[in-house]
């Protein structure tokens, strides 16, 4: 049995069924579950101060692609569209290989877990030269992350008029093949998994209907969730309009795209209808707010799908297309661009708050994560709200106003990865050193 108490917390905001904020109290972590939380407890074995600090549920990332920390800033993509964007890049990805997929994920989530992230799903659906989603499962097991990793797809190469060169595509019975492999070596549905696998076509424009239909099937087999990315911008509804005669939503819910086990990135162009048809069916949505406004795809309508009950989750969306990983920063923006669209009052900093952890649990289905609550799996951040940053406020627990952007403690599944704003399961340093070399590498 391993034991710690986190003591003396100034405020600890729960996001359990309540909404609870609490302060002054002390937590109970046992075996990666959280088996107490109240005032005056005492333990025999190790105790944490969380004096001066703020603590929330681990933050919940939705959606990602680690692999690109590798082409961040890339100077050919930093002023395109979406398209355009993925032509540049193409070509630089189709270079990759096991060692690139491996370290560029160390970053990834190394970057997520210092901004507060105790899960993140990631979204890999290039395989060149070997690569494999094992890369990334060993990377996320080596840093401690909860990882819910999705084995991607693209199946339509340039001569086929799709999108990516075709030294990208793969056979689409490879790609089935290589997923059920994929689930059955790794996917965990246990209560307190470390690692589930989803099935995760890259998108309606660089895969087949038929890939589409087929993944849907093997993933209701196998239970396991599905996810793609749908109506980014207004290409991409230009596209499903041209290409498929009709509307994004409704190309999803005829391939069988809709349902609790089911989340979709981006969402900025939905309309009315197919906010309905999320909510109606229980779809989720990986809302990735620094990405659709580096690459200029407009602002999700995440209040009317708040207020219609769709699940709604926070992603940072791939290094290439943000170029930061910053999960917390990544909740203000959220808020910031709601606030933009729809007034001051969208959308509060606890409301925000919320999205990013509880939310991005629901949109999971990790109803044991994103709350801090008896029984729950203990993944906790602790933000220091001592420091310059928080120093005037009026309501430190408002973090997302007024707080710190790297988390001070960080626990996952009761196991501190972050400790006083460091790494502490990799040696990090020698990881960010491996990783500009590479990207050297991929420039010369
Ligand atoms: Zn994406």
């Known amino acids: 049995m391993t034991e710690l108490l986190l003591k003396n917390a100034d405020t600890v905001l729960t996001m359990d069924d309540d909404r609870r904020e609490l302060s002054a109290v002390n937590i109970r972590l046992r075996d990666g579950v959280i088996t107490e939380i109240g005032t005056d407890l005492e333990t025999s074995g190790e105790t944490l101060s969380a004096r001066g600090c703020v603590v929330t549920p681990g933050l919940v990332n939705t959606h990602h692609h680690l692999y690109q920390s590798l082409t961040r800033a890339v100077p050919g993509g930093q002023d395109a569209l979406l398209f355009g964007w993925l032509q540049t890049l193409y070509p630089i990805?189709?270079?990759?290989?096991?060692?690139?997929?491996?370290?560029?994920?160390?970053?990834?989530?190394?970057?997520?877990?210092?901004?507060g992230c105790t899960l993140s799903s990631d979204?890999?659906?290039?395989?060149?030269?070997?690569?494999?989603?094992?890369?990334?499962?060993?990377?996320a097991r080596e840093?401690?992350?909860?990882?819910?990793?999705?084995?991607?797809?693209?199946?339509i190469g340039e001569s086929d008029g799709g999108l990516p060169p075709d030294s990208l595509v793969?056979?689409?019975?490879?790609?089935?093949?290589?997923?059920?492999?994929?689930?059955?070596?790794?996917?965990?549905?246990?209560?307190?998994?470390?690692?589930?696998?989803?099935?995760?076509?890259?998108?309606?424009f660089s895969v087949s209907r038929e890939l589409m239909r087929d993944a849907a099937l093997l993933a209701r087999d196998k239970k396991v969730m599905l996810h793609t990315h749908l109506a980014e911008n207004d290409e991409d509804i230009r596209y499903s309009q041209e290409k498929f005669g009709c509307r994004p939503g409704q190309?999803?819910?005829?391939?069988?795209?809709?349902?609790?086990?089911?989340?979709?990135?981006?969402?900025?162009?939905?309309?009315?209808?197919?906010?309905?048809?999320?909510?109606?069916?229980?779809?989720?949505?990986?809302?990735?707010?620094?990405?659709?406004?580096?690459?200029?795809?407009?602002?999700?309508?995440?209040?009317?799908?708040?207020?219609?009950r769709v699940k709604v989750g926070l992603g940072v969306d791939g290094s290439a297309s943000n170029d930061a990983g910053n999960l917390v920063l990544e909740a203000r923006q959220s808020m910031?661009?709601?606030?933009?669209?729809?007034?001051?009052?969208?959308?509060?900093?606890?409301?925000?708050?919320?999205?990013?952890?509880?939310?991005?649990?629901?949109?999971?289905?990790?109803?044991?994560?994103?709350?801090?609550?008896?029984?729950?799996?203990a993944d906790?951040?602790?933000?220091?709200?001592?420091?310059?940053?928080?120093?005037?406020?009026?309501?430190?627990?408002?973090?997302?106003?007024?707080?710190?952007t790297r988390v001070k403690h960080l626990f996952v599944e009761g196991r501190q990865v972050v400790k006083d704003s460091h790494i502490a399961t990799i040696d990090l340093p020698r990881v960010i050193e491996r990783q500009n070399r590479l990207a050297r590498k991929l420039q010369s």
């Open 251 to 308: 190309y999803a819910e005829d391939l069988g795209w809709t349902g609790p086990d089911v989340w979709h990135a981006h969402c900025v162009k939905l309309d009315d209808r197919e906010i309905r048809l999320f909510a109606d069916s229980g779809t989720g949505v990986a809302h990735c707010p620094c990405s659709n406004c580096r690459l200029g795809s407009g602002i999700a309508p995440v209040r009317a799908m708040r207020d219609a």
């Open 170 to 204: 793969a056979r689409e019975a490879d790609i089935l093949e290589d997923c059920i492999r994929v689930v059955d070596a790794f996917h965990d549905s246990s209560e307190g998994a470390m690692v589930r696998v989803g099935i995760a076509p890259c998108s309606p």
């Open 336 to 377: 910031l661009l709601q606030r933009v669209a729809n007034g001051a009052d969208a959308m509060s900093a606890r409301e925000a708050l919320e999205i990013a952890t509880r939310g991005g649990a629901d949109v999971l289905n990790r109803p044991d994560c994103g709350r801090l609550a008896v029984g729950k799996r």
């Open 380 to 404: 906790i951040a602790l933000w220091d709200v001592s420091g310059v940053e928080s120093a005037g406020s009026w309501d430190p627990a408002a973090v997302l106003l007024a707080g710190p």
């Open 93 to 115: 990805w189709s270079r990759f290989g096991p060692e690139e997929m491996f370290v560029s994920a160390q970053i990834g989530l190394a970057e997520l877990a210092l901004s």
């Open 143 to 155: 840093i401690g992350l909860r990882f819910h990793p999705t084995r991607g797809s693209m199946s």
């Open 123 to 139: 979204h890999l659906y290039l395989y060149p030269n070997g690569a494999r989603l094992d890369d990334t499962i060993a990377a």
